[in-house]
């Protein structure tokens, strides 16, 4: 589908009260970097952001061509006209190459911050059910620290909350949810850099696995540098 048509049917979507109100899940879209431009651009303007990305990967070609047949057969007994790119193995083979080189890689540099989990597609049904689990509970994360923020933002919250009662809310929230360690770390890291604090520092460098000193000292060369 081609981007004029597609980014105007999300928009509109995006719109509506059930998406404002009750999230939404995106299915194959964005395709295209353009689409993960407007993307982003609609998710600003309604101050919202990505939580979670699932990739389905497969890795093997054979399985690959297994489903092109599969998609290719069932298209042509539903009477619809199958393209030309889906019927020929090698034009298909190049358009996948190209998508895991090239556009995937594009599409996901603008979610740095989401939690991004890729999934064996060849086992779904066996691989699903353990990695959807922390992968909700990270949206559910996500969403609460940025109900938090929307109050840390506001007048009565920057006078009321400090670097260390910040730290102890993404540390509850990070529990609550069971988050990994690679999670939390994940949960801090979209903390905005105009809320972060040299309590966030440490924080970070507790997940990072540095010790405090490393960081002291990565601090003092900083100031000598600025010096």
Request: glycine fraction near 4%; hydrophobic fraction near 35%; charge should be positive.
């Amino acid at each position: 589908v081609l981007d004029e048509k597609v980014i105007p049917l999300i928009k509109e979507a995006f719109e509506s009260n059930d998406c404002r109100n009750k999230g939404f899940v995106l299915n194959g879209f964005p395709r295209t970097e353009e689409q993960a431009k407007a993307l982003d651009e609609m998710l600003k303007n309604m101050g919202l952001s990505v939580d979670v990305i699932l990739i389905h990967d497969i890795a093997d070609k054979g399985e690959i061509e297994l489903r092109r047949e599969r998609r290719v057969k069932k298209e042509k007994a539903s009477g619809h006209r199958v393209r030309g790119i889906d019927e020929n193995l090698a034009i298909f083979d190049n358009k996948v190459s190209i998508y895991y080189k090239d556009i995937e890689p594009t599409i996901l540099r603008y979610y740095n911050n989401a939690l991004i989990t890729r999934i064996d597609a060849t086992n779904v049904k066996a691989s699903l059910p353990g990695m959807l689990e922390p992968v909700v509970n990270f949206a559910v994360a996500h969403a609460e620290l940025r109900d938090k923020i929307k109050y840390w933002d506001s007048e009565e919250g920057r006078q009321k909350v400090k670097g260390n009662d910040k730290i102890k809310i993404i540390e509850d929230i990070a529990k609550d949810n069971k988050l990994s360690a690679v999670n939390t770390l994940k949960l801090y890291r979209s903390l905005r850099r105009g809320l972060r604090s040299e309590e966030w520092e440490m924080a970070v460098a507790k997940y990072k696995d540095e010790k405090p000193e490393a960081l002291k000292a990565k601090a003092e060369k900083k100031e000598t540098a600025l010096d």
